[in-house]
């Protein structure tokens, strides 16, 4: 993620990487947190070398600091080089302020909607998204290749299945059988007209025992 | 005629409709909207005018009239050996939308003009104020056609499948006859067709059902038709095509 301007994180965000790069400098690349941390600290218990810092228990070169405990040579900026403050170059390099509002749901939201680096709205060409889609090789009907399925849907609409150039170009494809306009079946079988069909049971009424005990009957002797 | 609902699955009782609402034992709205001819989702559909959101209890109220009509096969030995899928459920006409900038003079015209369409918005142009209007310039089914009727689930395509995942037009004419004489309906329509690049003769059957009102107050209208390929075959009648 890269961008000009912004906060990332939170009270309860923690980062986790392999490293973490800061801005590169002449002397070198100043902002690594494996070994060392460099930049400015409010205070600083050790410190090779501490641009500025508020107070510090140990520092061998110092090029401000508001108190040091301990100092390894008196004058130390003169004896150890005094890295340069960074300077912006090729990385965007903002300095945050203590008093920065830290990021919450709504500053992200804000930075979303309006930031250069947020959600935008991108206008494709109107060539290429309908060559993507192929919605003009299916007359706007289907954003994708169609399966046998989603075609036989498609046509049950009358003006679909009239639409010539549609259909001719699903042929074309092999997605539509050619003859899907013969309207005369090769072989027909029964038939069953609007009344009630006469149908065997199938299901059992009543308790029939496997001897069928109840359906016997006897004939009247005359 | 009232139809009696299972109060367990009367889409009335719910809150909100999903895709996970029970129309019957087993059966979810999410069957009539994962067919394979035609899948979508509740978000993607548009009500009858194509802005706003569709009435999702009309479109559940449908259905159960056609859970009650999967639930006669459900079990139904006759038809054991086969399985009733929905192969076209509910439909979603491919959707498109164009924004229409209508000069308005001032900034009160256009506001007007913005609130009297759905969908409206406006601001300012290089040449003055401005409603956007949307424009639906996407697919339109026919009225009242199959895939009409699908928008709202009163149509639904039903295919029996065999043990070899095929259709089985023997056994499709078998159901058609049976849901004739056992179930209520507007309209049965059994329909074969040879769109398959293979040329196989594929069967299903439409069931069109009638519009339910909360009341579940509905009468029917016992169409009969046999239609080949989109073109009639036999008015009141089924007719069974086979294969050559």
Known sequence: MIGHKGTIGGPLMDYYGKSYGGFPAKVTNLACFYGSLVGKAAEAIHADYSIHAASAGFARGAATAVQAVKAAAVGGPSTLPIPEVPVPGIMPFIPIQPTAPIPNPAIVELQLSSSNYGIRNVAVDPKLKSKITKSDDYKELFNHDPSIHEIRSKLRDPQHFGNGSFTSYLVSQGKLNGDFKKNMPKNIGRSASKTGTIRLGVNLLGNNPSDNRSKRFKVNKK | ?244
């Not at chain 2, 001819?37 to 978000?43: A, D, I, K, V």
């Not at chain 2, 003009?113 to 401005?130: I, M, T």
């Open chain 2, 1 to 244: 005629m009232k139809i009696l609902v299972d109060p367990q699955y009367n889409p009335e009782f719910e809150s909100s409709i999903t895709s996970a609402t029970k129309l019957g034992p087993g059966i979810t709205c999410a069957k009539f909207l994962g067919a394979r001819g035609s899948r979508t989702q509740f978000q993607k559909l548009y009500a009858d005018g194509f802005f706003g959101a569709p009435d999702l209890k009309q479109i559940a109220r449908n259905l159960v009239l056609h859970t009650n009509a999967m639930k006669t096969v459900i079990g139904n030995t006759t038809f054991s050996q086969h399985r009733l899928i929905v192969s076209e459920g509910i439909y979603e006409p491919n959707p498109k939308f164009e924004t229409q900038e209508i000069p308005s003079g001032s900034e009160a015209k256009a506001k007007k003009l913005a609130r009297e369409n759905s969908g409206g918005s406006y601001g300012k142009g290089p040449d003055g104020w401005v409603a956007r209007i949307p424009l639906y310039v996407g697919e339109r089914p026919s009225s009242n056609s199959v895939n009409d009727l699908r928008r709202t689930g009163r149509a639904i395509v039903y295919q029996l499948i065999n043990k070899n995942g095929q259709t089985d037009p023997q056994k499709t004419f078998d159901l058609a006859v049976f849901w004739k004489d056992y179930i209520d309906y507007d309209k049965l329509s059994l329909d074969y067709d040879t769109f398959d690049p293979t040329g196989i003769l594929t069967s299903q059957i439409v069931l069109e059902m009638p519009k339910v009102p909360a009341s579940f107050d509905v009468s029917f209208s016992h169409n009969l038709e046999t239609t080949f390929n989109g073109e009639l075959q036999a008015k009141n009648e089924l007719l069974e095509i086979l294969a050559d």
